[in-house]
Structure formats: C-alpha cells, structure tokens
C-alpha cells in the first residue's frame, strides 16, 4: 500500500506561480514512476507531467511544456511540481499518482495504481 498526500494548490493570478508537493509513504520502494494529472470542472482527467523513480527521465503535456517542472527527492520521498506562469485554464483539482507497472509512457491514468487525494488550484484572470 502507498498513500500520496498533495498539497501546495490555492489561489493565484495569472502569471504567478505555485509548487505542488506530494509526499509519498508506504511501499515506495518499488515504485517505477511518478505523475501527476488533473481534471477541471466538467472536463476529463488530462496527464500533465511525468517522473521516472531515479529522476532521470521526465515527461510533460505540451500544454504545461517549458512552464512546469516535475522533479522529486528520493530522500524525502517527495514529488514536486513547480508551475510557473499559470494561465486560467491551468485552473483544475491536480492529483498525484504512482505507478508500479512497467510503461511505455506512463501518460494513461490506467499506468498508475495509487493516486492522492488532489490539491486545488485556481488561477485568476
């Protein structure tokens, strides 16, 4: 068993930034990847960005492409990502997940087993 715990979401404007965590506890060990995805109001669920378990390999949306950044801590056991100039349509609840499947991509909400509660996070216009 693994329990993810987010946090990090609020309130920002357009352009600002926020850092979303996700703190990872139990059975870590073998995990093989790390994402996180998010879902707006009325919409599905959307990949955003991806981390192999080293750190070593990354992955992201094209829309999040250059803005976000995924890294992680294997000491901390600890995801983070860093969002910068936020846009309105990056308002959604943001969840993180983690995988101990082999993938090709680990984009598919299928790839992971263990997913976090969600954190918010609402840009302004």
């Known amino acids: 068993q693994v329990q993810l715990v987010e946090s990090g979401g609020g309130l920002v404007q357009a352009g600002g930034s926020l850092r979303l965590s996700c703190a990872a506890s139990?059975?870590?060990?073998?995990?093989?990847?790390m994402g996180w995805f998010r879902q707006a109001p009325g919409k599905d669920s959307e990949f955003v960005a991806t981390i192999n378990w080293s750190g070593c390999s990354t992955y992201y949306a094209e829309s999040v492409k250059v803005r976000f950044t995924i890294s992680k801590d294997n000491i901390k056991n600890t995801v983070y990502l860093q969002m910068n100039s936020l846009k309105p349509e990056d308002t959604a609840v943001y969840y993180c997940?983690?995988?101990?499947?082999?993938?090709?991509?680990?984009?598919?909400?299928?790839?992971?087993?263990?997913w976090g509660q969600g954190t918010q996070v609402t840009v302004s216009s």
């Open positions: 139990g059975r870590t060990f073998s995990t093989y990847a």
């Open positions: 997940a983690t995988s101990f499947l082999r993938s090709s991509s680990y984009q598919r909400i299928q790839d992971y087993q263990y």
